[in-house]
């Protein structure tokens, strides 16, 4: 077995090594020092690129021809032009679960506001300032689907869930957060701004930490009081951090998934379609009544709304300055 | 060493207000964790009891 692997790699140091000569003597032979580093640069940058671009770019445009077809996975493929497309946008399911991931995305500037409020206040104390910190990181470490299932227990009706008997204890009336149409959608949002909320601390602590304190002891010194400070030096100067907390932020509210799958009623996006999102209407789709062609011109469209709003808003946000 | 403590105590003094908040907040964001961990040493028929210390634990 050693004998073997030493073999092999005498074996893939020698073609590696005559390959080496043979691009140093043949294709870099008129070549000065400045071209040669270029050339080995880019042969080096060729694998990853190779890689990437077979691993990824590769499935993306099968996935754009499979939307032209129709296909039910094991059987044979079938062009059937544009008429996915077209029973896509007759899909009353497919307009509801778009509309409800305009609802998700809602939850980005609350949870914005919210991780900013509870990042600045934790950049103002020391003491126990890193045990603070690991608190509120704790359910980013989290998996997304035991967050789920706890928060699917806690919002249970009444004689399991945490929520009910708090709202019994403080004598107002219970509800069914889950499998009511108007609530299930506000508490899977819930959840999962709680989980994200740790994430955007860290970020935005990071981006406070990146303030100079002279700016803070200026402001001081001219009188300026804490909300000036706020609105005239920290929140101009995190804008940067703001601009890349929108962007990933947005793209995790709009490919919203697993929390749904695992907290919607019957885990179907029910009840009635209500929490449905783009990602589990075309999951289900695609494997649970397999249809392939369906489902990938749906993730066309999602693709292409994701991508109108990552380019609107890094256009719109970090333009002027 | 005591300067340190002192330090931490003053920067407790000046912000408690600030600490309780944090702390009460704290508390949310880990009761979900400790429940988990409640719950895994519970034996079936407690696993939806309130409590966070197991009657007979496993």
């Known amino acids: 077995m050693c004998f073997f692997s030493l073999l092999i790699f005498l074996g893939v140091r020698y073609v590696l090594n005559s390959l080496k000569s043979t691009i140093k003597n043949w294709w ?33 445009f099968k996935a754009f021809r499979l939307s032209l077809m129709e296909w039910d996975l094991v059987g044979s493929q079938e062009f059937v032009g544009l008429d996915n497309f077209r029973e896509l946008f007759d899909d009353a399911i497919f307009w509801r679960s778009l509309a409800n991931t305009g609802k998700y995305l809602l939850g980005l500037p609350i949870s914005l506001v919210i991780g900013f409020i509870f990042a600045y206040l934790l950049s103002k104390i020391e003491f126990a ?52 149409t108007t609530l299930a959608l506000p508490s899977i949002l819930a959840a999962t701004i709680w989980q994200g909320l740790g994430f955007q ?11 100079p304190k002279q700016l803070y002891e200026a402001a001081e010194v001219d009188g300026a009081n804490e909300f000036q400070r706020l609105f005239k030096i920290t ?25 749904v799958l695992n907290m919607s009623y019957q885990g179907r996006g029910g009840p009635a ?18 249809e392939m062609g369906y489902a990938a011109a749906a993730t066309l469209i999602l693709f292409l709304i994701i991508m109108t709003v990552s380019l609107i808003q890094l256009k719109v946000l970090s333009g002027d300055d | ?18 600490y309780l908040v944090l702390l ?26 309130l409590s966070l210390m197991p009657d007979n634990p496993r």
């Open chain 2, 1 to 18: 060493m005591t300067k340190a403590i002192k330090d931490a105590y003053e920067s407790f003094k000046k912000h408690y207000v600030l």
């Open chain 2, 24 to 49: 009460f907040f704290g508390i949310i964001m880990v009761f979900p964790f400790l429940w988990m961990l409640a719950t895994s040493l519970k034996p079936q028929p407690e696993i939806y009891s």
């Open chain 1, 28 to 60: 870099l032979k008129d070549l000065n020092i400045k071209q040669r580093k270029m050339v080995w640069a880019y042969i080096f940058l060729l694998v990853p690129l190779i890689f990437y671009l077979s691993i990824r770019i590769y499935p993306v």
């Open chain 1, 235 to 259: 929140l101009p100067l995190l804008k940067p951090t703001f601009v890349f907390l929108i962007v990933i932020g947005s793209i995790r509210y709009l490919r919203m998934f697993a929390q």
């Open chain 1, 201 to 211: 601390i860290i970020i935005y602590l990071a981006g406070l930490k990146g303030i």
């Open chain 1, 129 to 180: 300032f890193g045990f603070f910190r690991l608190i509120y990181f704790l359910p980013y470490l989290t998996s997304l689907v035991a967050v789920a299932w706890i928060f699917r227990w806690i919002l249970q009706p009444l004689p399991l869930g945490l929520a009910n008997r708090f709202l019994s204890f403080m004598g107002l009336s219970s509800y069914h957060f889950l499998e009511d």
């Open chain 1, 273 to 290: 379609y209500s929490t449905m999102t783009l990602v589990l209407f075309l999951y289900r789709r695609a494997f649970e009544h397999f």
